[in-house]
């Protein structure tokens, strides 16, 4: 079994920053990606940042120079730095990995997994 837990949300004044943090745990044999995705009501989920291969970092122009994504290979951990965050930063913030997990049956299986959300509310 292998799961994603999201901390770090929470209710922000418009130019504040907040750190959400998302740890992959269970029977993980590697990693290839993590990122985070946001959905705001009545909107659809969309990429916010991901990181690939512990190193190349991709953004949704929206967040770039705001927002820095980053992960501690070691603890299966990735994080968002949020900062100059604006009302429309306003979402649920999903984890997401792509990864290998091993099987019982000493396999492997390449697995999408998300993480409960996480309810980042920025006031104006």
């Known amino acids: 079994q292998v799961q994603l837990v999201e901390s770090g949300g929470g209710l922000v004044q418009a130019g504040g920053s907040l750190r959400l943090s998302c740890a992959a745990s269970?029977?993980?044999?590697?990693?290839?990606?993590m990122g985070w995705y946001r959905q705001a009501p009545g909107k659809q989920r969309e990429l916010v940042a991901t990181?690939?291969?512990?190193?190349?970092?991709k953004y949704a122009d929206s967040v770039k120079g705001r927002f820095t994504i980053a992960r501690d290979i070691a603890e299966n951990t990735v994080y968002l730095q949020m900062n100059s965050l604006n009302p429309e930063d306003t979402a649920v913030y999903y984890c997401n990995a792509d990864l290998w997990a091993t099987m019982p049956d000493g396999g492997y299986r390449n697995l999408e997994i998300w993480g409960q959300g996480t309810l980042v509310t920025v006031s104006s």
């Open positions: 269970g029977s993980i044999f590697s990693i290839n990606a």
């Open positions: 990181i690939i291969n512990g190193s190349i970092t």
